[in-house]
C-alpha cells in the first residue's frame, strides 16, 4: 500500500474518457479481465459498494497484459491452468484451469476492445458486461475472445448490440482502451488486481493497494480519505441480492452477509425451495442462478 500523486486530477481532466460522479471518493480499479485474483475480488467490491457505496464511484481500468498471451505457448497455458486453481482454492471464488488447456483464449486483446465498447453505453453498462465475461470465463470456461460468445455477453446485458458491434469496429473503443493503458502507466501500476483511492482534494495523495487484503483494510482506507468513521448501509434481503445479480457465487454471499458456508447454504435452499433460485455445482463451492418468472411458466 502506498500514496499516489495529485497529478490525476490534472490527468483527469484532459482525457475525454473520465466522467467523474459527484461522490467524495473515486477509486480506480485497475483489472484483468481474464486474471482470476480480479475475479477472486469480486466479493469484497460487492460488500464495499453495497456497505459504502454512497461514498465513492469506481473506474474500471484495463491492464495492457492481456495481448502478452497472444503467443499460444503450451507452457504458457498449463501456468495459467495451475494459477487459476491455486487462485480458486485461496479464495473460494471458483475458476476452471482446465480452460487453458482445452479452449485457451486465442485473442485477449478482442476481449478488452468489447469491454471498452460496452462502457460507451453507460458505466454501468460496461460494468456488468465486465462481470459478464468473468461469468462465462472463469464459470463456463467459454473463450471469450471469441466474437459470438461475446455478443451473447452483449445480449445477456441487454447492450445495444448493433452499436455494440459498431464500437468494437470503431478507433472509439481502441482509443479508451489505449487510454486506459495510459493511466496504468501514469499511476505506476505494476500489479493487478489494485485499487486506488483519491478524494476530491487535488493537492492529496491518492492511496494505491495492490493485491488482496482483508475487507477492513479497504473500509479503514475509506474512514482515512473521508476524514470520518462512514456508517455502512444494511445490505439488502438476499433475495433481493440474488435478483439484482441474477448469479453470484456462495463466496460472495458469504462474505456481503457475514455468513458460515452452511448459513449460507441453509438461506439458499429456502429460496431454492421456493423455486426463486437453482443451484449451479462449480469446481470450487457453489453457484445460484436467479430464476425469472418467465422461466417458470
Given amino acids: 500500500m502506498n500514496k499516489q500523486g495529485p497529478f490525476h486530477n490534472q490527468f483527469i481532466s484532459s482525457h475525454h474518457c473520465f466522467h467523474s460522479e459527484k461522490k467524495p471518493i473515486e477509486i480506480y480499479m485497475f483489472v484483468d479481465p481474464l486474471n482470476p485474483e480480479c475475479w477472486a ?18 473506474k474500471h481500468v484495463l491492464s495492457g497484459r ?49 469491454i471498452k465498447a460496452a462502457e460507451l453505453q453507460g458505466r454501468r453498462y460496461g460494468i456488468r458486461f465486465l462481470r459478464k465475461v468473468q461469468e462465462v470465463l472463469f464459470l463456463e470456461k467459454q473463450n471469450v475472445s471469441s466474437f459470438d460468445v461475446l455478443i451473447q455477453c452483449a445480449q445477456s446485458v ?11 469496429h470503431s478507433d472509439v473503443a481502441s482509443k479508451a482502451f489505449q487510454c486506459d493503458l495510459k493511466i496504468m502507466a501514469e499511476m505506476e501500476v505494476h500489479e493487478i488486481p489494485t485499487l486506488v483511492f483519491f478524494n ?22 475509506l474512514e482515512e480519505m473521508l476524514q470520518h468513521k462512514p456508517v455502512p448501509a444494511a445490505p439488502p434481503p438476499l433475495e433481493s441480492f440474488v435478483k439484482y445479480f441474477k448469479l453470484v457465487a456462495d463466496k460472495e454471499i458469504a462474505v456481503v452477509y457475514n455468513m458460515s458456508p452452511n448459513e449460507v447454504n441453509r438461506e439458499m435452499k429456502k429460496l431454492q425451495l421456493k423455486q426463486k433460485v437453482e443451484q449451479i455445482p462449480a469446481k470450487y463451492g457453489t453457484i445460484w442462478r436467479w430464476v425469472d418468472q418467465s422461466e417458470r411458466t
Fill in 200 to 221: 476530491e482534494n487535488i493537492e492529496e495523495e491518492g492511496i494505491k493497494i495492490t493485491g488482496h487484503y482483508p475487507y477492513e483494510i479497504y473500509v479503514q482506507i
Fill in 158 to 168: 441487454n447492450l445495444d448490440v448493433d452499436e455494440f458491434v459498431n464500437d468494437i
Fill in 41 to 58: 475480488l469480486e466479493p469484497i467490491t460487492k460488500k464495499l459498494q453495497i456497505e459504502y457505496g454512497r461514498y465513492f464511484s469506481i
Fill in 66 to 114: 492481456l495481448t502478452s498471451l497472444n503467443s499460444g505457448n503450451k507452457r504458457d497455458y498449463q501456468t495459467k491452468a495451475d494459477l487459476w486453481e491455486k487462485t480458486a482454492s485461496r479464495f473460494g471464488m471458483s475458476c476452471d484451469g482446465s480452460l487453458w488447456l482445452e479452449n485457451p483464449i486465442s485473442s485477449p486483446y478482442l476481449t478488452s476492445i468489447a
